[in-house]
């Protein structure tokens, strides 16, 4: 037969276990938050961003990663297997930031195309005219390299080793401009017609 004191005591238990859960379900910061946070949102809120320029930015990423593929690796950054890399810029900024720095206020990333070294082994991609805006760095010679559907006028340096070219296709796969040999460039190009290239 069932000890009453028992039943009673073990009752209360299941009650304050129930009461515990529930506790932990309703209290902000607790197992709720740890679901629901957004990767990298340490980053943003180093970097002082709004929530604005936040949303704007996981949007745009998302929108990258749909497209191109790849692996976010940092708030504004995709690594597109090993071959190359986005980085996104926020509206209004002229580059993208590093947003993997210590620093309250993140630098520009580093550019390996723009003022840097002659012959980097990089062909940089630049959403915006004048080497403006969201970028897609490309280093690996093997690899087509999909441009984004949505970009138009932009730019280009191809600072890949002395005398290597790039190579442009439309969506059928025909050559439609090869560059000239790094170092070479240009402030306003098209990327309308481009689906793809090849960086080297």
């Given at each position: ?120 082994g990089y062909f ?51 050559t439609i401009y ?13 990327w309308g017609p ?7």
């Amino acid at each position: 037969m069932r000890n009453p004191a028992l039943a009673t005591a073990a009752g209360r238990s299941a009650a304050v276990a129930v009461g515990l859960l529930l506790t932990l379900a309703t209290t902000p910061g607790t197992a709720h938050a740890a679901t629901t946070a957004q990767p990298f949102a340490w980053q943003a809120e180093a970097a002082g961003l709004t929530e604005a320029q936040t949303t704007w930015l996981r949007s745009e990423v998302g929108t990258y990663l749909e497209e191109l593929g790849g692996t976010q690796v940092a708030l504004n950054e995709i690594d597109l297997d090993g071959a190359g890399s986005v980085l996104v810029a926020l509206p209004g900024e002229a580059q993208p930031r590093d947003f993997t720095s210590p620093a309250a206020e993140p630098a520009a990333a580093a550019d390996r195309c723009l003022n840097a070294p002659w012959y980097t082994g990089y062909f940089c991609a630049y959403r915006g005219t004048h080497y403006t805006g969201t970028r897609i760095d490309m280093w690996d010679c093997g690899r087509v390299m999909y441009i984004p559907r949505d970009w138009g006028a932009g730019s280009w340096i191809n600072n890949q080793s002395k005398g290597m070219r790039g190579y442009m296709y439309d969506d059928n796969g025909t050559t439609i401009y090869t560059t000239p040999g790094a170092r070479s460039y240009h402030a306003t190009a098209n990327w309308g017609p481009v689906g793809s290239m090849i960086p080297c």
